[in-house]
Structure formats: structure tokens, C-alpha cells
């Protein structure tokens, strides 16, 4: 596939601030293929196949939808990528916490797969203190993260961890 892009990660689960990467990424590139990871470092709350169907619900309505494919790898991240074969691997950066573990995996990936480039895009700003870490840590602690996730996203996650949802109230000067 010409000018694709591969968004690699956990995605347990998915959030806004991966969709709007994703969109972001689809101005550079004619199709984004999100690679949700058989098998992350960390356990992951959602089994593979959840987060592939909240990923896929998320994009159902998606105006880009149609130039999105979700799939799944298990091993090397960059076999994976010559088997498509595409010409970048997508990743966000939010804060200069990301950096360092950004750099160390794309500089691995350049080490054992020299063709393929990482492209590194900023998170839009609504988005840059979001991760599925927090969200989760959040929903287990009776927070409200409507606006933070797609709906399906927040279902599964109040199913989940037994989300009596305390109100989502947006004050003044909130973020
Ligand atoms: O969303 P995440 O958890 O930051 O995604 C990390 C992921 C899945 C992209 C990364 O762990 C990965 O590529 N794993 C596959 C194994 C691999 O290729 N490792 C070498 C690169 S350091």
C-alpha cells in the first residue's frame, strides 16, 4: 500500500488523544493502519480483541473512517510494517515526558529496520494530559471521563471497573 502509515500501540483503550493524532497523521498519508499490540510490555486491562472493537466502533461514524484499517501484530514492530509494506511508523508526543522512551524505541526500530522512518506528531494541545493510563486510573477512582474517550470507550470502561460516574462538570478555566 503507497503512502501508508502504521499507528502502532496498546490502545487499552483507545482515546480522543489517539484519534486526533490519527486524523492528524491522515493529512500526511493516504491510509493509517492503527496496529493495536497482541501483546504490550504492561498487562493490559482490555483483552485484544475489546480494544480492537472499541477501536472499530470509535471509527464507525468517523468522517476519515473509510482511510483507517485496525489491526493487530504480535512480535517485532517493524516486521510487521515491512509486511504491509509502509513507509512510516506514526507516533504522538505529548510532553517532553514521552521523549525518552519515544526516542529509545524509534531509534531500536531505525537499528533493526533501516527503511522505515518514524514520524512523531504533536498531540493537539485539548488532548497533551490524557493517556489510557489516566483515564483508567480516573474510572477506577469513581471520576468522570466523558469528552476524554469515545462513548463506546466510556461503557466499557464503567462496565469494567463499576463506573458510578460522579457528574462531569466542566468549570470555568478548565482544561
Ligand atoms: O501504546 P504503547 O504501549 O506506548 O505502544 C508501545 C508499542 C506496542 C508500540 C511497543 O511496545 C511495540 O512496538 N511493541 C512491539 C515489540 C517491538 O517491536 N519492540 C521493539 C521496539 S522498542
Redesign the pocket.
Known amino acids: 500500500m503507497h503512502n501508508t502509515a502504521v499507528y502502532?500501540?496498546?490502545?487499552?483503550p483507545i482515546t480522543n488523544g489517539h484519534l486526533d493524532l490519527l486524523e492528524r497523521g491522515l493529512k500526511i498519508f493516504d491510509h493509517v493502519i492503527i496496529a493495536t499490540?497482541a501483546?504490550?510490555?504492561?498487562t493490559p486491562l482490555f483483552t485484544l480483541e475489546e480494544r480492537v472493537e472499541m477501536i472499530k466502533t470509535a471509527l464507525e461514524s468517523h468522517p476519515l473512517g473509510n482511510r483507517v484499517q485496525v489491526d493487530v501484530?504480535d512480535?517485532?514492530?517493524?516486521?510487521y510494517v515491512r509486511k504491509i509494506p509502509a513507509r512510516a511508523i506514526l507516533?504522538g508526543l505529548r510532553a517532553i515526558s514521552d521523549f525518552e522512551?519515544e526516542f529509545?524505541?524509534a531509534l531500536?526500530?531505525r537499528k533493526?529496520c533501516p527503511e522505515v522512518e518514524t514520524l512523531f506528531i504533536m498531540t493537539g494541545m485539548r488532548w497533551i494530559y490524557i493517556s489510557?493510563r489516566i483515564i483508567k486510573e480516573v474510572v477506577m477512582s469513581g471520576g468522570c471521563v466523558s469528552g476524554l474517550v469515545p462513548e463506546i470507550v466510556e461503557a466499557r470502561l464503567a462496565e469494567r471497573l463499576g463506573g458510578v460516574h460522579k457528574t462531569f462538570t466542566d468549570p470555568p478555566g478548565a482544561v
Open positions: 502502532p500501540g496498546s490502545f487499552d499490540a501483546n504490550p510490555g504492561k501484530f512480535g517485532l514492530l517493524v516486521d507516533r522512551y529509545q524505541m531500536m526500530n533493526l489510557s
